[in-house]
T-cell receptor, first 110, second 114 residues
Framework: KQEVTQIPAALSVPEGENLVLNCSFTDSAIYNLQWFRQDPGKGLTSLLLIQSSQREQTSGRLNASLDKSSGRSTLYIAASQPGDSATYLCAVRDDYKLSFGAGTTVTVRA | DTAVSQTPKYLVTQMGNDKSIKCEQNLGHDTMYWYKQDSKKFLKIMFSYNNKELIINETVPNRFSPKSPDKAHLNLHINSLELGDSAVYFC?????????????FGDGTRLSIL
């Protein structure tokens, strides 16, 4: 059974600092790994999807890496802004479903 | 333009009642999902439908019955509600059940059982 862990559970940084969010998973037989953002009272927004054959994906200030063999992914957010405050969820896809971590709640202080 | 919309957004009801949550997507996707997010924020898949056919039923009590009248709609009916059913229920869709396509989520339905 796939288990996904995200560390830390919460993070508070001053504006402008770079953010590093970690995700680990127990079964490396995955098709892809996705990072989502969840705002309070809202659904999930897909940020990045990394295929199992890829090592990283980038979108603007966001960069996600994947090390499938060690069961790890890291989401980097450069030059954080107060608007980046949200919960970030990592999810891995196996044959038929997404398995989610509990998320990292980020607060960026102005 | 709401891509995946769920109604109602909030649902407060008594234990033992029966309730339904509706979901519609206007993205032309073939696959739809129901997830449950508990108080610890873990999201878990409940059901998945592809072109109106059930493809995932993740050990959910049979008090929960999904219905897909067409591929743009996936509704969730819950019988005999229990306290443990209190959670946020999310609907999602994807172009197909192909593993390499991202899922699009609705804003969730917050269900509270009194």
């Amino acid at each position: 059974k796939q288990e996904v862990t995200q560390i830390p559970a919460a993070l508070s940084v001053p504006e402008g600092e770079n953010l590093v969010l970690n995700c680990s998973f127990t079964d490396s037989a995955i098709y892809n790994l996705q990072w989502f953002r969840q705002d309070p009272g809202k659904g999930l927004t897909s940020l990045l999807l990394i295929q199992s054959s890829q090592r990283e994906q980038t979108s603007g200030r966001l960069n996600a890496s994947l090390d499938k063999s060690s069961g790890r992914s890291t989401l980097y957010i450069a030059a954080s802004q107060p608007g980046d405050s949200a919960t970030y969820l990592c999810a891995v896809r196996d044959d038929y479903k997404l398995s989610f971590g509990a998320g990292t709640t980020v607060t960026v202080r102005a | 333009d709401t891509a995946v919309s769920q109604t109602p957004k909030y649902l407060v009801t008594q234990m033992g009642n029966d309730k339904s949550i509706k979901c519609e997507q206007n993205l032309g996707h073939d696959t739809m999902y129901w997830y449950k997010q508990d108080s610890k924020k873990f999201l878990k898949i409940m059901f998945s439908y592809n072109n109106k056919e059930l493809i995932i039923n993740e050990t959910v009590p049979n008090r929960f019955s999904p219905k897909s009248p067409d591929k743009a709609h996936l509704n969730l009916h819950i019988n005999s509600l229990e306290l443990g059913d209190s959670a946020v229920y999310f609907c999602a869709s994807s172009p197909s059940d192909n593993s390499n396509q991202p899922q699009h989520f609705g804003d969730g339905t917050r269900l509270s059982i009194l």
